[in-house]
T-cell receptor, first 119, second 110 residues
Framework: GAVVSQHPSWVICKSGTSVKIECRSLDFQATTMFWYRQFPKQSLMLMATSNEGSKATYEQGVEKDKFLINHASLTLSTLTVTSAHPEDSSFYIC???????????????FGPGTRLTVT | GQSLEQPSEVTAVEGAIVQINCTYQTSGFYGLSWYQQHDGGAPTFLSYNALDGLEETGRFSSFLSRSDSYGYLLLQELQMKDSASYFCAVRDQGDYKLSFGAGTTVTVRA
């Protein structure tokens, strides 16, 4: 159980174009999904938190107009990198959680990641 | 904000025991998690401590001391497949966001 998928697993795009990355929870309903970015040999940096049916909450320094997040259902969240530039090249990882209930916080389950290269 | 410190690298031989320490400074604290990540892969959950003490899961154990803002991951009977990056992560109290440490690269030699 608790499987999270991402699509595509890797993508190469030209500078100025937009790329959409999908994150799906396959066997559970994810109240909350998180989007992270990871540069080589570095840690995971949280970009935004998305809750189904509401606007995403972005971390400080993350441009919400550049990284569009949509959490349309309890099993799908999408991240769109708009007008991509070479500096956006990174490993993008999503995670899904069933959120909190009765004071207990549930674990995050990570997707396999999407490697984006902008040329 | 959150601040976590862990060693950047550890090298050990097969069969050895490795301890990865993690100290943290947080505005709130709900629990300390540990994740393993192989090169190019996704982080996989290893363990979680919300209360003081030792949690044992097979060859891996994790310890937490809330009063010391300190925890560690213990890898026993090291195997080559344990070569990976290991991250400690803190969950804010009342908020289920995770803040990750910089990661410790463990290299297991034959």
């Amino acid at each position: 159980g608790a499987v999270v998928s991402q699509h595509p697993s890797w993508v190469i795009c030209k500078s100025g174009t937009s790329v959409k990355i999908e994150c799906r929870s396959l066997d559970f309903q994810a109240t909350t999904m998180f989007w992270y970015r990871q540069f080589p040999k570095q840690s995971l940096m949280l970009m935004a938190t998305s809750n189904e049916g509401s606007k995403a909450t972005y971390e400080q320094g993350v441009e919400k107009d550049k990284f569009l997040i949509n959490h349309a259902s309890l099993t799908l969240s999408t991240l769109t990198v708009t007008s991509a530039h070479p500096e956006d090249s990174s490993f993008y990882i999503c995670s899904a959680s069933t959120g909190t209930s009765g004071g207990r916080t549930y674990e995050q389950y990570f997707g396999p990641g999407t490697r984006l290269t902008v040329t | 904000g959150q601040s976590l410190e862990q060693p950047s690298e550890v090298t050990a031989v097969e069969g050895a025991i490795v301890q990865i320490n993690c100290t943290y400074q947080t505005s709130g604290f709900y629990g300390l998690s540990w994740y393993q990540q192989h090169d190019g892969g996704a982080p996989t959950f290893l363990s979680y401590n919300a209360l003081d003490g030792l949690e044992e899961t097979g060859r891996f154990s994790s310890f937490l001391s809330r009063s010391d803002s300190y925890g560690y991951l213990l890898l026993q009977e090291l195997q080559m497949k344990d070569s990976a990056s290991y991250f400690c992560a803190v969950r804010d109290q009342g908020d289920y966001k995770l803040s990750f440490g910089a990661g410790t690269t463990v290299t297991v030699r034959a």
